[in-house]
């Protein structure tokens, strides 16, 4: 009755936020019928079967979820469980109702992926989509779970698990080669070509579903053992504050305190970008550039410019996720230090420069990998463009904490940046933006960054005004919203 009781309070807690079940509609949406025809095609180029990933959609969308969502559970209830079992709970009780939660929220994930997967193309083969969806949920239940252990900052929790989803699906068997000897041991591998009825052929005596159950049930008990640390781990944090230099020399302190964050700022660049170099098949592509005042079609070859092209989509989902936690894991230091006598502007400089340098820091790290596969034309054109990107959308990181929160303000700032700059703007896709997608956030700098990368010459000052113009109603917003929060 008690882990009855406890797991009932913890799906409450769960449903208390409303941007919690908005954002349970809100994924499986956004990647099962909205982007899964576009990365379809975009799979077909780079070596993968195309349909079938309108089919694993269902399964990446509930692994993100459950990913995201165990991680939070498990952070934010760290020290309530300790000061649980201190008095007296039996540790194994506890143990149980969480597991039984994250799987509740596996389930809950999962159906709504399914939901959206029949509205979109309907179900072939519902028995084998079901139990693979819920397999990618568990498999991500426990890889959330071991993150919220390890990784105790919530940015490098979060790019951490983000992280292992991207190299997962873009490089998995449903987008990339299924043949790849590397990709082999994804967590997800055998369960998408289950899944998607594409038999390996590589399985051996167990087989593609014999090696999918292994890594569900070894999900399970990873996830088992480590919730039950949880229980036994404890940490203190500290903090000070003062006027803008002790701010910003805090603020910088705690960055330099985290060396999961740097290197996830090397490894995640390195990944993305040079495997993108590496994977790319040999072909053409066309995009429509302005060049000398002229617009004009240009024909590339695509492994020369594929790894300058996602180079934004590190920059601005990193950058995106750096403005969301600066503001939100000084929240309360902020609003203590305001009731304090602190000066909001010099606290919301302070902050801002932090969020400047993270800015600078990943735009540099990123663009560091990026020369070693790409050269692009104009080099300083195209640092400037990366740099308006990532200024950009950490911005837009700073409005969505206060807003949103840590566990839906994850979601949505993967969201948008995957949909602006991945799927709107990225020319694997199309030649030139929708019209629709020139007022995105992304439009502006994304022309200006295209325009430095392909072109001999500068053109795209309309698109360099619109940039900054996001970049300045962004950043007042982003001022109203944090002179609100800490009052």
Same mark, same amino acid.
């Given at each position: ?27 499986p ?24 990933v ?7 969308a ?16 760290r ?6 079992v ?15 939660t ?34 990618f949920?568990?498999?991500y239940?426990?890889?959330?779970a071991?993150?919220?252990v390890?990784?105790r900052?919530?940015?490098n929790?979060?790019v951490l ?12 068997p449903?987008?990339?080669s299924?043949d790849?000897?590397a ?23 167990p ?11 070894g ?12 229980t036994?781990? %404890? ?18 302190r705690d ?31 066309v995009?429509?550039?302005v060049?000398?005042?002229?617009e ?18 590190a ?19 902020d609003?203590?230090l ?21 800015v ?15 050269? %692009? ?11 308006l990107?990532?200024?950009?959308? %950490?911005?837009?990181g ?7 929160g ?19 703007q ?21 022309r ?12 795209e ?15 007042? %917003?982003a001022?109203?919203?944090?002179r609100?929060?800490?009052?």
């Open positions: 009755m008690t882990t009855v009781l406890f797991v009932r309070r913890f799906l409450t807690e769960y449903a208390r936020n409303p941007v919690n079940l908005l954002v349970l509609v809100l994924v949406v956004v990647f099962v019928v909205v982007a899964a025809g576009s990365m379809a095609e975009a799979a077909k180029l780079l070596g993968g079967t195309g349909p079938s309108e089919t694993a959609a269902a399964g990446w509930a692994g993100f979820l459950a990913g995201v969502a165990m991680y939070f559970q498990l952070r934010a209830a020290a309530a469980d300790r000061r649980l201190l008095a007296g709970l039996p540790s194994a009780r506890l143990v149980a109702a969480r597991m039984a994250g799987l509740a929220l596996a389930v809950l994930v999962s159906a709504a992926a399914l939901i959206a997967l029949a509205a979109r193309t309907g179900i072939d083969a519902p028995g084998r989509v079901v139990a693979g969806t819920l397999m949920a568990v498999i239940l426990a890889i959330g071991l993150t919220g390890l990784v900052n919530p940015v929790g979060t698990i983000l992280f292992v989803w991207i190299m997962d699906v873009f490089f998995g449903a987008i990339g299924p790849r000897l990709t082999r041991w994804f967590p997800t591998h055998f369960v998408t070509l289950w899944m998607v009825d594409l038999p390996s052929r590589h399985g051996g005596r087989g593609d579903l014999g090696w999918a159950s292994t890594w569900t049930l999900a399970l008990l990873a996830a088992w053992f480590v919730v039950t640390a949880t036994r781990v %404890a940490h203190r944090g500290t903090g000070r504050g003062g006027q803008f230099t002790t701010g910003l020399r805090m603020g910088l960055y330099r305190r985290n060396p999961v964050l740097w290197v996830l700022l090397i490894v995640v660049p390195v990944v993305f970008i040079w495997l993108a170099k590496v994977i790319t098949p040999d072909g053409r592509m995009l429509s550039l060049d000398n005042g002229q004009s079609s240009f024909s590339f070859w695509l492994p020369d410019v594929h790894a300058g092209t996602m180079t934004p989509i920059i601005g989902s990193l950058a995106t996720l750096a403005g969301l936690f600066v503001v939100l894991d000084a929240r309360s230091g609003q203590r305001t009731l304090a006598g602190f000066r909001t502007g010099a606290l919301l400089s302070s902050r801002l420069t932090v969020i400047g340098f993270a600078l820091l990943v735009t540099a790290a990123s663009l560091s990998v990026t020369a070693t596969v790409f050269d %692009a034309r104009q080099w300083g054109v195209y640092a400037g463009g990366n740099v990107l990532a200024a950009t959308y %950490a911005l837009l700073v409005c969505l904490g206060p807003i949103f840590r566990v839906s303000g994850v979601l949505i700032a993967f969201l948008v940046p995957f949909l602006d700059i991945g799927i709107a990225s020319p694997m896709l199309r030649g030139e933006p929708a019209a629709w997608a020139r007022f995105l956030p992304g439009y502006g700098a994304d200006v960054l295209l325009d430095g990368a392909l072109t001999a010459t500068f053109d000052w309309r698109a360099l005004l619109l940039g900054i113009g996001w970049l300045v109603v962004l950043g007042l %917003a001022a109203r919203l944090f609100r929060s800490p009052a």
